[in-house]
């Protein structure tokens, strides 16, 4: 078994479908995927590079269905604000100043906050996706993006219609290599109902997926309703835009009438609680979408909005929310809050064979130290990672079973110059902002 691994911890969440824990728990991967799982002594470790991991927690890796990893470089410079403000200021601000050179400097380092977090897979929404692909290629990041479209044009001065050609022959190069496309349209209120028609055209064509902003806030519901009369889900809905292959994120003034809609489409939500909150936009009534059969994954949205790209937290959230919202202490219980930021978040990018761990499965995971004084005693692991334990806590990642962190070092990512870089590309953010302030 020349370059296998095999890792020993305490125990091992599997989020399968019985979400079976593992105590002590081994997992052995080889060529990349999942090659066992169960207990350390029954797993063949002859001429395997052995892992231990006392007193840690083995589980699949964070994937995160919602961020604009560049977007942080203007953390910060937007706080405390509605989102139709944050969205004044940043969407001027980006049009300014973005560039190929200040997403590069954004993505790095958002990737190496990712990987720090635990977090395996992103679904990313911003510009110049070309050049985010080539960071987390170089990272061994597992990154999902795709065109995204805000109103005429991009920050570059392409017009839609180029934009879309341009898109269009993309997404078929991506799927003639086997892989899956991605388009983004931002939301219903900067696009026309023409634009995305035109983009749920180019969708069915080329079998893309699709991944877009709706029902966020107050405001954008006001907004759609005087720019196309009715609410933004039944403005994509008309579009073609809402089906299987669809994303979207946040969802937080979702109405109980929508949620049957949701779940007849087969369309997943990317809750965003952090956000959400900071914004004061409310709160996505996940308890109901569950028990409606709506697929609801995680995510964090952009940095400048959420304050971080902490999956952990999200997964905190959702399940400390969903319990008060409802009065109910056993809506999303720990295993199942894991379960909205592995599994189902996997299943809402239709990739069945990430967020798991069992043979087969793609070998991105986690290793979380709970042997902390924060996270002892070590009694329920799954409680232990959702209630007790943070991104900090993370000792070990692994992406298509190659360790990019190891004893909290990233390995593929230059730490110091990252964060160097990032620095430079927040002073001209920073510069942007100043000017419309």
């Known amino acids: 078994m020349s370059g296998a691994t095999l890792i020993v911890a305490d125990a091992v969440l599997t989020v399968d479908d019985s979400r079976r824990v593992v105590q002590p728990g081994g997992v052995l991967v080889e060529d990349g995927a999942i090659a066992a799982v169960g207990d350390p002594d029954s797993l063949n470790s002859s001429g395997v590079e052995v892992i231990e991991a006392p007193g840690c927690v083995v589980m699949p ?38 560039s190929p050179q200040m997403v590069e400097s954004g993505v790095r380092a958002a990737l190496a906050e990712s990987i720090r977090g635990g977090v395996t897979s992103v679904l990313d929404m911003y510009f110049y996706p070309q050049v985010a ?10 990154l999902f ?12 001065g392409t017009p839609f219609d180029e934009l879309l050609a341009r898109a269009e022959e993309e997404c078929a190069q991506v799927a003639a290599a ?58 994509l809905d008309d579009a073609g835009l809402v089906g299987p ?29 952090a956000s959400n909150l900071k914004l004061a936009c409310g709160i996505a009534p996940i308890a109901e979408m569950l028990a409606g059969g709506v697929l609801v994954g995680l995510g964090t949205d952009g940095a400048a909005s959420a304050g971080s790209l902490d999956l952990q937290q999200s997964a905190r959230l959702a399940a400390l929310l969903a319990k008060g919202v409802t009065r109910d202490p056993l809506q999303i219980p720990a295993m199942e809050a894991i379960a909205l930021g592995t599994r189902h978040s996997a299943q809402a990018l239709g990739r069945d064979d990430l967020g798991v761990l069992r043979p087969g499965a793609r070998a991105d995971l986690q290793i979380i130290d709970v042997g ?10 799954a409680a232990q990672i959702i209630y007790s334990a943070t991104a900090n806590d993370v000792r070990h990642v692994m992406i298509d079973g190659r360790f990019v962190l190891r004893d909290g070092v990233l390995l593929t990512i230059d730490a110091e110059q990252a964060r160097a870089d990032l620095e430079m590309a927040a002073a001209d953010a920073r510069e942007a902002v100043s000017r419309l302030v």
């Open 61 to 98: 890796g964070w994937i995160n269905t919602h961020a604009h990893l560049a977007m942080n470089v203007f953390r910060g410079l937007t706080d405390d604000v509605t989102l139709e403000e944050f969205l004044e200021r940043l969407m001027a601000a980006e049009f300014q100043a973005l």
């Open 133 to 142: 692909r080539d960071v987390a290629a170089a990272a061994g990041f597992r």
């Open 145 to 156: 993006n795709g065109t995204t479209f805000v109103g005429d044009r991009d920050p570059d």
């Open 178 to 235: 086997g892989g899956t496309p991605w388009l983004m349209p931002h939301s219903a209120y900067t696009l026309s109902t023409d634009q995305l028609v035109q983009i749920a055209d180019v969708a069915a064509r080329t079998g893309a997926r699709i991944h877009t902003h709706c029902a966020e806030s107050p405001g954008e519901m006001a907004l759609c309703e005087a720019q196309h009369g009715k609410r933004p889900l039944a403005v």
């Open 245 to 273: 292959g669809t994303v979207l994120a946040h969802m937080a003034q979702t109405s109980a009438a929508e949620i049957p809609l949701l779940a007849e489409r087969g369309t997943a939500v990317a809750h965003c609680p």
């Open 372 to 381: 902390g004084w924060s996270t002892s005693p070590r009694h329920d692991p």
